[in-house]
């Protein structure tokens, strides 16, 4: 079964008519399509909010990387070979899409530090950044912390400011890597904005360390 991952292509792809592919009935009624709009949950990103011609639906992926789709009120199932139009709340892709993005940013600025990332989410209300000591210092005080959030954010501030693209492309074994231009190149299967320059409200929101590890709460908007 052939599914085309539009959101890797545009994160800002809202709405589209395609063909239904697969469709199941265990664990429950659900049906694939060919134009894969909808971003699973996964790599620390929730899922989209997703409607299917109309009603809500709930998304899942299997084993194979199949994205399941699932809507509320199943009486009016669409038939494989059909057409269906499936369509994304903008309004939560631009806030994961930011989140996201943030964390890479985030990411490359603590790295150089002499920290290890081990661990990360990027669901909104809950993102961190988790980091095990690598010849870095881990911050014991609320001075140092604070110390330590200035010089992330400053350094975040300045490469938001520089305006610097976000792209993707899938390397030779498949693996899809996003790169934010002269910074950073990461796997990573997520959805991200255009540009640094499209992150505002970016700010470390605690800073907290535990039997050598440090775990960076943050917050970002879509500007």
């Not at 940013?105 to 961190?128: E, K, M, R, W, Y």
């Amino acid at each position: 079964m052939e599914q085309r991952r539009r959101y890797w292509e545009d994160t800002y792809l809202t709405e589209v008519d395609t063909e239904v592919v697969a469709a199941r009935e265990d664990p429950g009624p659900a049906l694939a399509v060919r134009d894969g709009i909808v971003h699973p949950k996964g790599g620390g990103q929730p899922d989209d909010v997703v409607r299917v011609d109309g009603r809500l639906a709930t998304v899942s992926k299997d084993e194979a990387g199949i994205v399941w789709l699932a809507p509320e009120d199943d009486e009016a199932r669409a038939e494989v070979g059909g057409s269906v139009h499936v369509a994304i709340d903008l309004q939560v892709r631009r806030q994961h899409a930011a989140l996201h993005s943030a964390g890479h940013l985030l990411d490359a600025c603590v790295l150089p530090l002499g920290f290890t990332n081990i661990g990360l989410s990027h669901t909104p209300g809950q993102a961190f950044l988790l980091y095990d000591v690598d010849g870095g210092t881990l911050p014991t005080d609320e001075e140092s912390k604070a110390a330590l959030v200035e010089e992330v954010l400053d350094r975040a501030r300045r490469l938001v400011a520089a305006d610097l693209p976000y792209s993707a492309e899938v390397d030779g074994e498949g693996v899809r890597r996003v790169t934010i231009e002269g910074v950073q190149t990461d796997p990573c299967g997520g959805t991200h904005v255009r540009s640094t320059a499209d992150l505002a409200g970016l700010a470390i929101t605690r800073v907290r360390t535990k039997k050598g590890q440090l775990k960076l709460s943050y917050t970002a908007e879509h500007a």
